[in-house]
């Protein structure tokens, strides 16, 4: 079952991560003001499902290795950890600020200061996210490595 659990919870918090980053940088680069506070205010309420997926992915991937952590194990943890932390940190608190302006009208320099690293951090997770999935594929050996 964890071997079912572990790639659908993954790909589950990654495309939530990818449809929150897509939202808002569609929003604001085509959307009105109105839709901008639309997808800041609805982004929150998708940790009701990304967190969830977040834990059955990190819990799942954690069975699976059973206490190994060297060779792709131990960078795909490794890299697991900078995901959370980039979350708990940055991506979560930057999420509930830009609710709350958007929610307010206001879209001050604060707003936009957070929005643009807002969008860097979901880079750099959705870029962790996919080299992670890359090297669990091949550790399934579902993607061999390319020769060079």
């Given at each position: 079952?964890?071997?079912?659990?572990?790639?659908?919870?993954?790909?589950?918090?990654?495309?939530?991560?990818a449809?929150?980053?897509?939202s808002?940088?569609?929003?604001?680069?085509?959307?009105?003001?109105?839709?901008?506070?639309?997808?800041?205010?609805?982004?929150?309420?998708?940790?009701?499902?990304?967190?969830?997926?977040m834990?059955?992915?990190?819990?799942?991937?954690?069975?699976?290795?059973?206490?190994?952590?060297?060779?792709?194990?131990?960078?795909?943890?490794?890299?697991?950890?900078?995901?959370?932390?980039?979350?708990?940190?940055?991506?979560?608190?930057?999420?509930?600020?830009?609710?709350?302006?958007?929610?307010?009208?206001?879209?001050?320099?604060?707003?936009?200061?957070?929005?643009?690293?807002?969008?860097?951090?979901?880079?750099?997770?959705?870029?962790?996210?996919?080299?992670?999935?890359?090297?669990?594929?091949?550790?399934?050996?579902?993607?061999?490595?390319?020769?060079?």
């Amino acid at each position: 079952m964890t071997r079912i659990v572990h790639p659908v919870a993954g790909a589950l918090a990654m495309l939530t991560i990818a449809a929150f980053w897509l939202s808002t940088a569609l929003s604001e680069l085509f959307g009105t003001a109105d839709t901008v506070v639309a997808v800041k205010t609805a982004i929150p309420w998708g940790f009701l499902l990304l967190i969830p997926a977040m834990a059955a992915t990190g819990g799942s991937g954690l069975s699976l290795a059973r206490g190994r952590r060297a060779g792709l194990l131990g960078v795909k943890l490794r890299r697991m950890r900078i995901i959370a932390a980039n979350g708990v940190l940055i991506l979560v608190p930057a999420a509930l600020f830009l609710a709350a302006k958007a929610a307010d009208g206001a879209f001050d320099t604060a707003f936009y200061a957070v929005q643009a690293i807002e969008l860097l951090a979901g880079a750099l997770n959705l870029t962790l996210f996919a080299l992670n999935m890359r090297d669990g594929l091949r550790m399934s050996g579902r993607l061999r490595r390319a020769r060079g």
